[in-house]
């Protein structure tokens, strides 16, 4: 991933981005590696990283990034002369068999520093029956609900930032679970239009919602590894009061409450150039259990994905959400949000262009004056890219964020409104 600071440009600075995975498989896979690489007839592996020419500037302490215990909304890094960003690999293990094995890893040094497992799970897709596609999988996955989020590792194939929708998607929602689908295939009953229908069962999902509640949504390309701490700003109203037990921080994939969540959804396609996903999540998370240090989030959700490609260098690719989540004893934290955004992609034989446009917006509706969930805010994103050769890729992306966030107010001196922008030129490399 690229690093990115706060405008306006004060001294640009390079700062490389050198997969460690890549170190230890490039030997393997030198002089004749390709993206998705086939090791052998049972293995594929995809890699990715990142150079990035950014600005640089002091940032105010309210609007420094959440993992650095400030209450910005687009991630930048403080004082930091060279970074480490996020490298993906992304393998998959397959055989004869109808079954098959899928890994998603990286290291990052935010939120936290180390080499970890985004996703992980086992599949089973045995041939057709009657026409129709039976498939499951196990293990530890987001459900495919990201229409923007389809490139490796669940990254984005147009810009580097993803969406509000899905930046939050990849902070705290992900589970172990149990899936499985059905599938009609148009081709195979004379007809343009796929149908499937996805139902899923999950555990450790229960903290789902403490991001959104505190921080907001954000914009950023950070996914958290399984069993990774996400940290926000210690806010005054934080560790007093009814949340006298709430921390300034969630571990997204802890199970807290034993209990069992579930989500299900349809997927339609459309002669191969309208998609469409609408699904209904709910972790049923018992929200004034309090175990490992925080409490189960009652959360819930509906979600719509379209996409539409015009022609072959056109495409549209939109998101909806709305939901609530609450907390604690009679709903001691409780507030209901929604967020959509709306991307237009051109793509020609090496040029690519990106402009998507966010909103998002959590409403406040418990009775606890001291602690104000209310926030709101909308994005631009703007990205270019050019495709030097197979391997390399040139980028440059900017992003401004405006946004209100209530709980900035609870520090004397601290604007509950703010703008932030971000721009870099990256180079993207994978094999």
Do not use: C
Request: proline share 4%; net charge negative; hydrophobic share 40%.
């Amino acid at each position: 991933m690229f690093v990115e600071k706060m405008l306006p440009i004060k001294i640009p600075a390079i700062k490389l981005t050198s997969s460690l995975v890549l170190l230890s498989v490039l030997s393997v896979l030198w002089p004749h590696s390709v993206h998705a690489a086939e090791i052998n007839r049972w293995l594929d592996l995809d890699i990715r990283g990142e150079l990035a020419l950014v600005d640089t500037r002091d940032n105010p302490r309210y609007l420094r990034p959440w993992f650095e215990g400030g209450t910005g909304q687009l991630e930048h890094h403080e004082n930091d002369d060279f970074w480490l960003g996020p490298q993906y690999a992304s393998i998959d293990l397959h055989n004869d068999s109808d079954w098959s094995m899928h890994i998603n890893t990286q290291w990052h040094r935010r939120p936290e520093a180390g080499f970890g497992a985004t996703e992980g799970w086992v599949a089973w897709k045995p041939l057709p029956v009657n026409g129709y596609r039976f498939s499951a999988r196990a293990g530890w996955f987001y459900p495919a609900m990201s229409l923007e989020n389809t490139d490796t590792a669940w990254t984005s194939p147009y810009t580097q930032n993803f969406s509000a929708i899905n930046s939050w998607f990849a902070e705290e929602l992900k589970a172990r679970g149990l899936e499985i689908a059905v599938k009609r295939p148009g081709r195979l009953f004379a007809s343009s239009h796929d149908l499937e229908a996805v139902f899923g069962v999950f555990q450790g999902n229960d903290a789902l919602g403490t991001v959104l509640a505190w921080r907001g949504f954000a914009v950023h390309n950070l996914q958290t590894s399984l069993g990774e701490r996400v940290d926000f700003a210690n806010y005054p109203s934080i560790r007093a009061g009814v949340l006298a037990l709430q921390p300034a921080w969630v571990e997204p994939n802890r199970e807290i409450d034993g209990r069992t969540g579930w989500y299900g959804g349809v997927h339609w396609t459309h002669d191969n150039r309208s998609e469409f996903r609408a699904y209904y999540y709910d972790n049923r998370a018992d929200p004034v259990e309090f175990h490992h240090g925080q409490y189960a989030w009652h959360t819930r959700f509906s979600h719509l994905a379209w996409q539409y490609a015009f022609d072959d260098s056109w495409l549209f690719v939109s998101q909806w959400l709305r939901g609530s989540t609450e907390m604690g004893n009679a709903k001691a934290v409780y507030a209901d949000f929604d967020a959509w955004f709306a991307l237009l992609n051109w793509q020609g034989s090496r040029h690519g262009l990106s402009v998507r446009y966010d909103v998002f917006d959590v409403v406040d509706r418990d009775r606890n004056a001291f602690d104000n969930n209310d926030g709101n805010g909308d994005s631009v994103t703007l990205a270019w890219h050019y495709a030097l050769n197979d391997y390399l890729q040139l980028g440059l992306e900017y992003v401004r964020l405006k946004s209100y966030q209530a709980s900035r107010s609870q520090w004397a001196g601290w604007r509950a409104s703010a703008e932030e922008e971000n721009i870099a030129l990256t180079l993207l490399w994978r094999w």
